[in-house]
């Protein structure tokens, strides 16, 4: 943090360069700037930027001028032109040296501040999968939307749990691959209360485009209540159906099963109970609650006919009244 501040202080310059292509805080490149580490990528970029239009302009008017002035006219004879000038060759090396120097600098300044989230943040674990991402709080509490308190650091200690997937916030400048089978972090300070966009920026399939979500910075007293609000589905949802369609939604079941009859990676849930299933190893059974509940707690047990076993076991992650609350929901989509 020290080297930050001392370059926060020493770099007034390209801070104010920063600013002068925000005047109302953003810019036609980037939105406004919301976290407290905006700077460090708001920096490099607007000098590279200021400095390739720079470059852009002179070398396009020398281009135009010398096509203009030494073209080839009738009458004037070539001149011969010297083969070198030490001077000149020092000038066109070791001012653009200086210049990707600084480049570097700026650049690795705002790197260390990116990658070095303060001791005492706030910690969310981040799931991804196609299609959705799932947040999960120190409390045990899930979301499908990243809710997070004003002013304080929040670590986001992210893993995937099919392919690469990358979580990027652009008016906070954070963006960090997930990758499976290996856990990543970033971290951010929101500056203000609002609702920001969160994207999915690796291409991760046919629902990739729809991998969105939103981040919404709150007062921290206004969080601890979400936070109890959303920790509390069975009891603020208004019928177990409900909570029951809140928690399909939170387990990302909805990823491998449909509720409208196209089979997925998993088969559909709509319409199942009553249902003559038959398995794998030649058995079959009519859908019940005990055959549901096995599904979810031991989901190798049995294995519908077509398909393969490519669920993990939720044992331990969801509550039996939970489960409930899922065969409430799970039989609604029969009628
Ligand atoms: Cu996940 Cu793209």
């Not at 210049?99 to 706030?122: H, K, N, Q, T, W």
């Not at 002013?151 to 979580?167: A, F, K, N, Q, Y």
């Amino acid at each position: 943090m020290e080297m930050v501040d001392f370059v926060v202080d020493t770099l007034p310059h390209f801070s104010r360069l920063a600013l002068v292509a925000q005047s109302d805080g953003g810019s036609f490149w980037l939105p406004p700037p919301e976290s407290v580490s905006a700077w460090a990528v708001d920096n490099v970029f607007y000098y590279i930027m200021y400095l390739s239009y720079f470059f852009f302009a002179l070398i396009t008017a020398l281009l135009v001028l010398f096509v203009v002035r030494y073209r080839r006219r009738p009458g004037v004879e070539a001149v011969k032109t010297a083969t070198h000038s030490m001077t000149l060759e020092a000038v066109w090396s070791l001012i653009p040296l200086g210049l990707v120097i600084i480049m570097f600098y700026v650049g690795f300044v705002g790197y260390v501040e990116l990658r070095s989230p303060p001791d005492r943040a706030y910690e969310i674990s981040v799931l991804g999968r196609k299609w959705s991402w799932q947040f999960t709080y120190p409390d045990g509490t899930m979301a499908t939307d990243l809710h997070v308190p004003v002013g304080e650091p929040v670590r986001l200690m992210m893993t995937s749990e099919d392919v690469i997937h990358s979580l990027s916030i652009p008016a906070f400048r954070v963006k960090m691959d997930l990758v499976p089978g290996r856990y990543t972090r970033t971290w951010f300070q929101a500056k203000q209360p609002g609702k920001y966009d969160l994207y999915c920026t690796e291409y991760c399939g046919t629902g990739h485009s729809d991998m969105l979500a939103s981040v919404v910075v709150h007062e921290r007293a206004d969080f601890d209540e979400w936070l109890k609000q959303a920790g509390d589905i069975l009891g603020n949802s208004a019928t177990p159906v409900e909570a029951g369609e809140k928690l399909f939604r939170l387990n990302g079941c909805g990823s491998c099963h449909s509720t409208d009859g196209t089979p997925r990676i998993g088969p559909t849930l709509k319409g199942i109970f009553g249902e003559e299933h038959k398995f794998l190893d030649g058995s079959s059974l009519t859908v019940d609650e005990n055959y549901v509940r096995q599904s979810i707690m031991e989901p190798g047990a049995k294995v519908r006919e077509g398909y393969k076993n490519q669920m993990p076991t939720y044992k331990g992650r969801i509550s039996d009244p939970e489960i409930t609350a899922l065969i409430q929901y799970l039989k609604s989509l029969n009628e």
